[in-house]
């Protein structure tokens, strides 16, 4: 399957007009439409926008149509915004592009509300709506009732999943707030789940989880009880530290990644067999920080075939970096593909947006992917066509 695709959301292709929209990304040398299948929040602006330029969709619904008994106790929450529409329906009916289906699989506060026995909790038993749990037998069934869903009612190509894992602890939640400087030894001390289901789990594996856990909340709640605050160095080396030195932690996260690699197994056995399954396995920059979230991308691409990395960087340079760093963890394994963002506060300039997809070509990577057609300018989905030899 070739994939050249362009990222969109269906309450854009509702407003556009399926036919017009198409008619737009095959003139800029696209194949693929790869759809929100699932999605969280936002707040976003629409430089081409008709009916308004401001959009908030409602948070953590889906845009197809859903068979319940394919759901556990956690089911889907149908979006009611675009009316009774099926955008996905008449996308896979138009027939002339191929449809790939992206799903946010665990980053949910509409479902975290609902089903708190299920989120992630830090070390003082703090719910994060935002995050379903991969440990949590009915996270794990939602996400695999998702996939499997929309790959047997749609005859989409395939799904790229986002969010499979541990989302970390800063991840933009509606008026996120701090008055102290954070860093990255105490977030990523609280975004560490110790769940009953993690704990549990863990223990099963040899870990003495409660004892870690009893561990980070001391010393999370001793840095906040002084009047200290690490430089970011500092911060990072002191993290660097306790993982080398803290046997418990490092294999705490190894099974984190044991986690996410078992579920995204699982969903590739349940989906049609013919469907492509691609993960996005990171929510950071650069992607090598994939393995706090319990993305380990060696086994990622061995278990489902393809990586989908977000190359979100502000120059080529740093794009060909990362790129060197994901093949080698990757070890030629699977397939790797690349979302860009041609435009700030990425790819600001054609010039580099261009000299980042020859240095990814150069590099072996011929599948890629643009985010996203409502957020960007013309002008910049311009840039894509002459990236892709047409001309919008």
Not at 278 to 303: C, M, N, Q
Not at 309 to 319: I, L, M, Q
Request: net charge negative.
């Amino acid at each position: 399957m070739s994939y050249k695709a362009i990222y969109t959301y269906a309450w854009d292709l509702a407003e556009a007009g399926i036919d017009r929209a198409i008619d737009e990304f095959r003139g800029l040398g696209l194949d693929t439409v790869t759809i929100a299948g699932s999605y969280h929040a936002g707040k976003f602006l629409r430089p081409h926008g008709k009916t308004g330029k401001v959009y908030f969709p409602e948070d953590g619904t889906i845009y197809f149509n859903a068979d319940p008994t394919r759901y556990g106790a956690i089911k889907p929450v149908a979006n009611t915004a675009l009316g009774h529409g099926d955008v996905l329906r008449e996308l896979t009916e138009a027939g002339s592009m191929q449809v790939n289906v992206w799903l946010v699989l665990l980053h949910n506060t509409h479902l975290g509300m609902a089903h708190p026995e299920a989120v992630v909790r830090n070390a003082f038993g703090d719910p994060y709506y935002y995050n379903l749990c991969p440990s949590a037998p009915a996270a794990r069934a939602y996400a695999t009732g998702l996939a499997k869903d929309v790959t047997e009612s749609y005859p989409v190509a395939g799904i790229s999943m986002e969010a499979p894992g541990f989302t970390p602890y800063a991840h933009g939640y509606h008026h996120e707030f701090a008055l102290l400087r954070t860093n990255a030894w105490l977030e990523n001390l609280l975004g560490l789940c110790f769940c009953d289901h993690c704990v549990a789990g863990a223990a099963r594996a040899g870990i003495d989880a409660a004892r870690l856990k009893a561990q980070v909340a001391t010393d999370i709640a001793s840095y906040l009880d002084s009047d200290l605050d690490f430089p970011p160095d500092m911060a990072e080396a002191f993290w660097r530290a306790d993982i080398t030195a803290n046997g418990d932690l490092r294999r705490y996260l190894d099974f984190r990644n044991d986690v996410v690699t078992t579920l995204v197994a699982e969903i590739r056995a349940a989906v049609r067999s013919d469907a492509i399954v691609a993960v996005i396995p990171s929510v950071a920059r650069p992607t090598a920080g994939a393995w706090y979230e319990g993305s380990d991308l060696k086994a990622l691409a061995d278990t489902c075939g393809i990586v989908e990395a977000c190359f979100y960087e502000p120059s080529a340079e740093r794009v060909a970096a990362d790129l060197f760093d994901i093949q080698r963890r990757l070890r030629g394994s699977g397939r790797l593909r690349a979302i860009l963002r041609p435009s700030f506060p990425d790819l600001a300039t054609k010039g580099e947006f261009l000299d980042s997809i020859a240095r990814l070509r150069a590099g072996g990577i011929d599948e890629f992917a643009f985010y996203n057609w409502g957020h960007l300018r013309r002008s910049n989905l311009a840039w894509i066509g002459e990236a892709l030899g047409a001309r919008a």
